[in-house]
């Protein structure tokens, strides 16, 4: 198997792979020393550090959020590079668990190192995400 260094592919891949539920891939695309920084004032904002944090706990908890019967729909709609850095944007449907309908526009700003994703900062529609699947107005 071909190692991918590009960061632009790197990122492209890993965001196709969670819209697969590619497992296997998602783990693969981080360095174990990673850092996921979700801003705002939410439950899940913080800066998430480590590889497995950042797959288990943020990643993983969010289905705790969502309604799991129910398709989650992420759609890559853009990427730019500029050296290791990545600007990727996504839109991410589904339900949420107490059936409200999420359908946010996501953004972050990604770097990579020798092929795998070692930071991501995320931006994002968090009152969206505070009304929707956390019940707060």
């Not at 590009?6 to 965001?15: A, C, E, F, G």
């Not at 705790?64 to 309604?67: E, G, N, P, R, T």
């Given at each position: 198997?071909?190692t991918i260094?590009?960061?632009?592919?790197?990122?492209?891949?890993?965001?196709?792979?969670?819209?697969d539920g590619d497992t296997?891939?998602?783990v693969?695309?981080f360095?174990?020393?990673?850092?996921?920084l979700?801003p705002?004032?939410?439950p899940?904002?913080r800066?998430w550090?480590?590889?497995?944090?950042?797959?288990n706990?943020?990643?993983?908890?969010m289905g705790?959020?969502?309604?799991t019967s129910?398709?989650?729909?992420?759609?890559l709609?853009?990427?730019f590079?500029?050296g290791?850095?990545?600007?990727?944007?996504?839109?991410?449907?589904?339900?949420?668990?107490?059936g409200?309908?999420y359908?946010?526009?996501?953004a972050?700003?990604?770097t990579?190192e020798?092929?795998?994703?070692?930071?991501?900062?995320e931006y994002?529609?968090?009152h969206?995400?505070?009304?929707v699947?956390?019940?707060?107005?």
């Open positions: 198997m071909t260094t590009d960061p632009k592919t790197v990122v492209v891949r890993y965001v196709e792979a969670v819209r296997e891939t998602i693969a695309s360095a174990e020393h990673a850092t996921w979700y705002g004032n939410l899940i904002s800066l550090e480590g590889r497995d944090a950042i797959i706990d943020f990643l993983g908890g705790a959020y969502l309604d129910a398709p989650v729909v992420i759609a709609v853009h990427a590079a500029d290791d850095q990545v600007l990727a944007e996504w839109t991410s449907k589904a339900t949420a668990a107490n409200a309908t359908d946010n526009r996501c972050a700003v990604f990579v020798d092929g795998k994703i070692t930071s991501v900062r994002a529609d968090t969206h995400v505070a009304a699947l956390f019940g707060e107005a």
